[in-house]
């Protein structure tokens, strides 16, 4: 039978816009929660949509403390329900419709009674044929506002429940903004004697809020005052009033307000009883760290994130939601984790996401989002992905629309976080996609799988910008995704390719199989017998003819690995190469940052980007090099700024040995620093230095290379162990600066190893054996040079292990290593060039890295192009007041 006592008023606001509609319904009930009825349900009949069905999502306007309402799910019918339990005054939903695009569908909806038989005879039917009507979109912005207040006040009466002052003082603040935006004098005079009160723990104020939320719930004495009766508030807080006037579309429905989507749930209707126990002057909470919560929602209800144990519908579309603040339950993050400390005040963080092909898809344009810090590490929204959200989402929250695959199973995005262009963290997003939203456990994670520290400081005394960040991992089905972000001058570029994993292995093969044959002339690995081509001094027409080699063998490994950018912002991949290629022009630090187990390890310092013919008949090297080479001026050579006529008049039949990136910038690939502490920006040498490590000591230039060690810097100590158990009590021992090893080593059942003392009869040092040694350096974190000599099979892939455990077990700040095999004269004089730019004159490792390259190129060597920086570039050796004076 009918239910007595119950009138029903539709109020339908048919707003058909893009793909979806409001339709606001008003249920009013004269019935008490102890009456014995068993209350209604509102039906939605959906006319069957030719491809899918359509979602609504249903939006409460009622606070949880005075709330008798409850949804249902989709009956076997194909009717949608939502159950409405009476109560006095009177109950109010906001539903949102999306229908698929171009394809017509009816909506008939109409209350009934839990058998079935209709409460009130009016129906409401409506159509996508609909037109908007302005009157009822002004009616829909008051309602969106009232709904947001109501959210707010009810998470401000949480958080003073729980004695969360952090939490409270955020709800408190977007609730007044709000309040004085719309004109709600219940509210604003409830809140307004305490706008200047720090203690907003009070048990009064719990109180008022709970009036107030009855006030905006049942209209006592309330409502919507027109300006020229509002309770003025500060002049200060009006300046802040949060803008709500812009109708939202999809993807810009209806948000909270700063602050307001944090993970506090609504409290229960016996809460504001319990509140008035809350005692006077309770003490504040500690402020919470702040970390990066991520996360998704629905487009029509972005106000709820999802739990991370419900799956996403396949073919739909959401919001990946990113912020920096307080630890929120509901974000999906597995481990939860703060950027780095070292991070300077209001600095701008760059949130960028990249998709798997196949998998969760972008939306061209929308990609990229920015953060300011705020004081105590949380964060403020710069840029939305789209600027239409700015109006309607909170303002600490960033927002990237995003849409699930058509099929089934597990589906991932990359989101990584920069700081002036260097990647600080990366995180793997993973989702379950099923045809029918359901629990199940982990359904939604982030897990990050990279993360640095901030180079700032480090960054203050160069006058070399960070130029950009690239990011190589494979996707474990055959392709490999290269993500560059890069400064553009004027804008932030952000691009993917993917590249086949059989395309990437054989150029990396054959740019290394380069560096072997200008090292001792063959491309094979190096074996006894073969003899270095640059143990003397060689005929400048060798040089001239192994950077010609090497040139032609790093254009084709850039074109690879450049050639299809611009998929991420719906461009051409020709048009974003040549603008990344014009970005990174001029020298800059480059970081390629190396996720654990990386498959490959790109020869970046062998990349080469100039304009070059590989199969012109007869190719020759820059006239300016070769006028600098004669005037014995390389190190100022315009080549490695930038500068020569080759870059400013290419021409496609000259190599210029600035066209290597080894010899232009700054590189830096560092690894993960995993579960370790952050990396620091310098290394503190105020007490002098220490040097420490191990030295094979039949290597004819052993005791030459160690004086030349100790005459690199006034002060520095120097301890190189002749054995291996020597070896492993320095390590032990000594807090170094600096871990060098002047070694032999190689890979044995495919463990890397590094042999010290003499012969060939002492034990090996492998990475377990450093391990067990219980090597960790947590005062310095000093740089490990392993300079290892006619190594055997030591590739940088099979090397990773080492560098792995250095940096995320032994704390080392970063290792420098070798692509190829090295021999003792090669490693001797780029090491001693190198530790002297790093050591004595301070410069950051990238630079003295490239620095000691050009120097051995200016003595007709081009082999300082095999070492490798598996470190942070930025990060600088200061060994006096002054220079730490200066940083700070």
């Not at 790109?602 to 990349?607: D, G, I, N, Q, T």
């Not at 039949?698 to 100790?710: I, P, Y």
Request: neutral net charge; glycine residues 8%; hydrophobic residues 40%.
């Amino acid at each position: 039978m009918p239910l007595a006592g119950i009138e029903v008023e539709y109020d339908p606001i048919v707003l058909p816009l893009d793909e979806g509609l409001y339709l606001g319904v008003t249920v009013r009930s004269t019935l008490h929660s102890g009456s014995t009825a068993e209350g209604g349900y509102l039906w939605f009949d959906f006319a069957r949509p030719r491809t899918a069905e359509p979602r609504i999502l249903i939006r409460r306007q009622i606070p949880t403390i005075a709330s008798h309402w409850e949804p249902l799910a989709r009956r076997d019918d194909g009717y949608y329900l939502m159950r409405v339990l009476p109560r006095a005054g009177r109950e109010s939903t906001l539903v949102w419709i999306t229908p698929r695009p171009d394809d017509p569908t009816d909506l008939r909806c109409q209350l009934v009674g839990p058998e079935g038989s209709p409460i009130a005879n009016r129906t409401v039917t409506w159509s996508t044929a609909g037109k908007p009507d302005p009157a009822a979109r002004q009616r829909l912005r008051a309602w969106v506002a009232r709904t947001q207040l109501v959210d707010l006040l009810g998470e401000l009466v949480s958080a003073l429940s729980r004695r969360d002052g952090s939490g409270a003082r955020q709800k408190f603040r977007a609730a007044r903004q709000l309040a004085y935006r719309i004109g709600h004098r219940g509210v604003l005079a409830a809140l307004q004697r305490y706008l200047r009160q720090p203690d907003i723990e009070h048990a009064s104020l719990a109180l008022d809020v709970a009036r107030g939320l009855d006030d905006v719930v049942f209209g006592r004495g309330g409502g919507y005052a027109p300006p020229s009766v509002q309770t003025a508030p500060p002049e200060s807080y009006a300046q802040e009033a949060t803008h709500v006037d812009a109708f939202p579309a999809r993807f810009e429905q209806p948000m909270p307000q700063a602050g307001s989507g944090r993970g506090a749930r609504p409290v229960p209707a016996s809460v504001p009883g319990a509140m008035a126990q809350i005692p006077s002057g309770a003490a504040p909470t500690a402020e919470p760290e702040a970390v990066v919560n991520t996360g998704f929602a629905d487009p029509a209800a972005s106000w709820e994130p999802f739990e991370p144990d419900q799956t996403l519908c396949t073919g739909q579309d959401y919001l990946f939601w990113l912020e920096i603040d307080a630890a929120d339950q509901r974000s999906i993050e597995r481990t939860p984790m703060a950027l780095p400390a070292e991070l300077p005040a209001q600095a701008t963080v760059t949130v960028a996401l990249f998709d798997f092909p196949g998998e969760v898809e972008l939306r061209s344009g929308a990609s990229v989002g920015q953060l300011r810090l705020r004081p105590r590490g949380a964060a403020e929204v710069l840029r939305q992905p789209l600027p239409v959200l700015v109006d309607h989402w909170p303002g600490t929250r960033l927002a990237f629309p995003v849409r699930m695959p058509a099929r089934s199973g597990t589906a991932r995005l990359r989101c990584n976080l920069y700081f002036n262009q260097v990647l600080v963290q990366s995180r793997l997003v993973q989702v379950m996609v099923t045809q029918r939203t359901r629990r199940m456990p982990d359904a939604l994670r982030s897990v990050v799988d990279f993360r640095i520290a901030d180079p700032a400081t480090s960054l203050a005394d160069t006058t070399i910008a960070h130029a950009a960040s690239l990011h190589l991992e494979g996707d474990g089905r055959g392709t490999h995704e290269l993500r560059v972000v890069a400064d553009g001058g004027t804008e932030l570029l952000c691009a993917g390719a993917t590249i086949r994993d059989g395309q990437l292995a054989t150029q990396i093969k054959l740019a290394r199989s380069a560096l072997q044959r200008v090292a001792w002339g063959t491309d094979t690995p190096w074996r006894e017998g073969l003899v270095y081509r640059y143990a003397t001094p060689a005929p400048y027409a060798q040089l001239t003819s192994d950077l010609i080699n090497l040139a032609v063998n790093g254009f084709r490994l850039h074109h690879l690995l450049l050639r299809g950018l611009g998929q991420t912002r719906g461009t051409s991949a020709f048009d974003m190469a040549c603008t990344l290629g014009k970005a990174l022009r001029r020298p800059g630090y480059v970081q390629f940052a190396l996720r654990d187990g990386a498959q490959h390890v790109l020869p970046a310092a062998l990349l080469y980007d100039l304009p070059l013919d590989t199969q012109a008949p007869r190719i020759q090297v820059c006239a300016d090099f070769e006028a600098a080479m004669r005037a014995g001026q390389v190190l100022g050579a315009p080549c490695f700024g930038g500068t020569c006529r080759q870059v400013d008049d290419p021409d496609d039949t000259v190599v210029c040995p600035g066209g290597f990136w080894g010899y232009r910038h700054a590189l830096g690939l560092p690894v993960s620093v995993g579960p370790a502490a952050g990396l620091p920006s310098h290394l503190d040498g105020r007490d002098g230095g220490w040097l420490t490590g191990g030295v094979y000591c039949d290597f004819q230039l052993v005791d030459e290379h160690r004086t030349a060690l100790l005459h690199l810097l006034p002060g520095l100590r120097i301890e190189l162990a002749e054995n291996r158990r020597q070896t492993f009590d320095a390590l032990r021992e000594i807090q170094p600066h600096v871990v060098y090893f002047y070694c032999h080593g190689g890979v044995e059942r495919a463990v890397p190893y590094l042999r010290v003392g003499r012969g060939t009869t002492e034990p090996v040092i492998t990475p377990d054996n450093l391990f067990h040694k219980g090597i960790r350096w947590a005062e310095h974190r000093p740089l490990v040079f392993l300079n290892g000599c006619r190594t055997t099979d030591l590739s940088p892939e099979s090397a990773i292990e080492f560098v792995s455990f250095f940096v995320q077990d032994a704390w080392a700040c970063g290792v420098i290593g070798t692509e190829i095999t090295v021999f003792e004269s090669l490693a001797a004089e780029f090491a001693e060039e190198c530790l002297r730019g790093f050591l004595a004159h301070g410069l950051p490792i990238g630079l003295a890295v490239r620095q000691a390259r050009i120097a051995l190129l200016a003595r007709g060597n081009p082999l300082g192009l095999a070492y490798v920086p598996f470190v942070a570039p930025a990060i600088q050796f200061r060994r006096n007041h002054k220079e730490f004076d200066r940083a700070a």
